[in-house]
């Protein structure tokens, strides 16, 4: 079937633009072009992706890097089935050979050789050379490799290097702003735009103690979370611990505060 067809049957997710990045996603997809997206834990970039997947028709695989991820999971192996060895393809070896896009979310968690085998997929060559197996795979003219990373959360020892970055196409995301916020959180857990507005009010506050009391500020992700538990009858100040504040940290002392500052930012 023709992947256009295969992405004909799926709804395109709901994803609010913050400026022009679905242009130049799109513009770097007919340029055929590797994108970087870069930004906080829980701003969107997932959704993102999905939402250009759909909107342009093409199927996506999704990839959640991690400290043990190695270059052969994305390539493939030899397994043995049936008392014999057989070559199976990994995730990216068969978006190469399929087209569509390959999402690998904070690749910067996994291995470094992860990035050298992407490097080829990267320039004009557009190839994924497979030394097990012996095959040079050319990526077809709908193939996409999009990654992405947190800057603001990886430490000196876990970065992209500059000769990889400046491979990619960069697109930065941040926390939209609080009127477009209450509109995502709104619309994706049913709860009333006031109520919305209050807690994207009280995220501000929390983003505000990133770096001092908290690695991370709290994701629209999360206040998704927050905002569909109290559509589904949840009390707010429950609702809250539950997803702005246990989450954010495990110190006794640090919850307490977070705690007096959700009773003051929302009364």
């Known amino acids: 079937m023709h992947l256009a067809a295969v992405a004909a049957h799926k709804e395109v997710p709901f994803y609010q633009p913050q400026g022009r990045e679905?242009?130049?996603?799109?513009?770097a997809f007919r340029r055929r072009l590797p994108v970087l997206l870069k930004g906080p834990t829980g701003c969107g970039k997932t959704r993102f992706v999905a939402h250009?997947?759909?909107?342009?028709?093409?199927?996506?695989?999704?990839?959640?890097?991690?400290?043990?991820?190695?270059?052969?999971?994305l390539?493939?192996?030899?397994?043995?089935?049936?008392?014999?060895?057989?070559?199976?393809?990994?995730?990216?070896?068969?978006?190469?050979?399929?087209?569509?896009?390959?999402y690998l979310d904070e690749v910067v968690e996994a291995r470094?050789?992860?990035?050298?085998?992407?490097?080829?997929?990267t320039d004009d060559r557009r190839i994924l050379p497979l030394d097990r197996t012996g095959e040079t795979l050319h990526a077809p003219d709908d193939f996409m490799l999009v990654i992405s990373y947190n800057p603001g959360y990886q430490s000196v020892l876990k970065t992209l290097k500059p000769s990889t970055r400046q491979r990619f196409v960069a697109i930065s995301f941040d926390y939209p702003n609080a009127e477009a916020e209450t509109e995502i959180v709104a619309r994706e857990s049913g709860l009333a735009a006031g109520a919305?507005?209050?807690?994207?009010?009280l995220a501000g506050r929390l983003r505000a103690l990133k770096?001092?009391?908290l690695e991370e500020g709290a994701s629209t992700r999360l206040l998704v979370?927050?905002?569909?538990?109290?559509?589904?009858?949840?009390?707010?100040?429950?609702?809250?611990?539950?997803?702005?504040?246990?989450?954010?940290?495990?110190?006794?002392?640090?919850?307490?505060?977070?705690?007096?500052?959700?009773?003051?930012?929302?009364?």
């Open 211 to 213: 770096g001092q009391d």
């Open 196 to 201: 919305c507005a209050q807690l994207v009010r």
């Open 225 to 267: 979370a927050c905002a569909s538990l109290m559509a589904d009858g949840m009390k707010r100040d429950e609702a809250i611990e539950a997803t702005l504040i246990e989450p954010l940290t495990d110190d006794f002392d640090v919850r307490a505060g977070l705690r007096d500052l959700a009773q003051v930012t929302l009364g």
């Open 75 to 102: 390539t493939g192996r030899y397994l043995i089935k049936n008392d014999e060895t057989v070559w199976s393809d990994g995730p990216l070896t068969r978006a190469v050979r399929r087209g569509g896009i390959c």
């Open 112 to 121: 470094k050789d992860v990035t050298v085998v992407l490097h080829p997929l």
């Open 52 to 73: 250009m997947a759909a909107k342009l028709n093409l199927p996506l695989d999704t990839i959640a890097c991690h400290d043990d991820l190695a270059a052969a999971d």
């Open 22 to 27: 679905c242009e130049i996603f799109e513009a």
